[in-house]
């Protein structure tokens, strides 16, 4: 036999089996979204490099050691996606969104980040994206976590917990940075080795560790919300009321900071302990100053991006079920003429009943081969056609799923036949 081709490492197929859960999921959050003034924006999957470096920053896990980049044949450096907003932001100065302008946008797709593969995180992945521009909130910061909070309940999803934190702007943060150098700088013998590289270039990122012997070190450093300037205060006090005044249950964690530097004041994060390590299901926050950075006149924003695979799989931990995609009807045909004709009334019965879910059989085989066909598909009706059905004008209407309900009746009157077996599936 000659070898097969693999897919990559951390990249994987979503199977038949698989999709009705992830069309469900997905179709939830369109309409969510919809009802909340969101519309659909898609961009390229391949943007130039320097577009993630310069929003991403370039002392981020993602610059550091996630992209996937390369020379395209011209030598010009691309990068494949690892994160939506900024092809986003991009798109919308590139395509004059931004100027005294306000947008509620989404848009899903794949994602992708060297990493090292494990439940929960793979190379490419899927998020769904919010991003509301031009918006200095608190009210739409508040608006858009109590329309995630919407989208879970529409889904069946508990155990989803929310933090938040505030990380204010830009001149607190540094001032922050100098305090966490400091007490860092104090403990160096209990650095990692990340963590020594990142502490005169990116401390906060210290804090985003994930080596839980560093955990404890962490713990102790001093907070940023003792760096936080009145208006951020005040802003996310604000952000906190409204949510409290919604019903949202939420937990203030000041060491939530986030791993990409262009955030400011809100972040958040749901996140589950349903999923083992990886536990991070949606992470967002404001980022005012990004759209002014990559070009744009200054617009303030707010975005976050769910991890749609951790999100589908605690949907089906949930025990959610997906609308199926099984036929309803099964056709058998046996016989050339029979499967000419079969086909013909098939595309009657569809347009006779929209949403149908029928099945010809393809391929041939004789009638008990068809039958098991017809058992196998999960069908609920079997629709029979032979040479005497032909010759009469008539079909064979069979009940699969319960025993002898055996009829033939006229093929005009197929679709009022079906209607009471569909309508009310015996054994439902
Ligand atoms: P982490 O700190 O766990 O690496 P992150 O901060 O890199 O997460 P974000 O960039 O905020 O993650 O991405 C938003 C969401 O996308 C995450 O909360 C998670 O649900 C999902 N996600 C991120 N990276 C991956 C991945 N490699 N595989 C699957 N899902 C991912
Ligand atoms: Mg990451």
Redesign the pocket.
Known sequence: MTAQVQAIRGMSDILPADTAVWAHVEATLRGVLGGYGYREIRVPILERTELFQRSIGEVT??VEKEMYTFDDRNGLSLTLRP?ATAGIVRAAIENGLVHNQRHRLWSTGPMF?Y?KPQK????Q?H?FDIEALGYPGPDIDAELIIMLARAWRLLGIRHLDLQLNSIGMPEGRARYREALTAYFRGHLDELDEDSRRRLERNPLRIL?S?NPAMQELIAGAPLITACLDADSAAHFASVQAMLSAAGIAFRVNPRLV???DYYNRTVF?WVTDQLGT?G????GGRYDGLVEQLGGSPMPAIGC???L??LAELFRLGGGAAASCTPEVYLVAVGDAAVAAGMRLAENLRDGRPGLRLEVNCGGGGFKAQMRRADASGAVVALVLGEDELAAGTIGVKGLRREGGQQTVSQDGVLAALAPLLDHPPGN
Do not use: P
Not at 280 to 283: D, K, Q, S
């Open positions: 896990d993602i994160e980040r990493e929960g995180r793979y190379r992945f998020q985003d994930k986030r791993g990409l994060e990886q991070a299901v949606c992470a991006a769910i991890g695979e951790r």
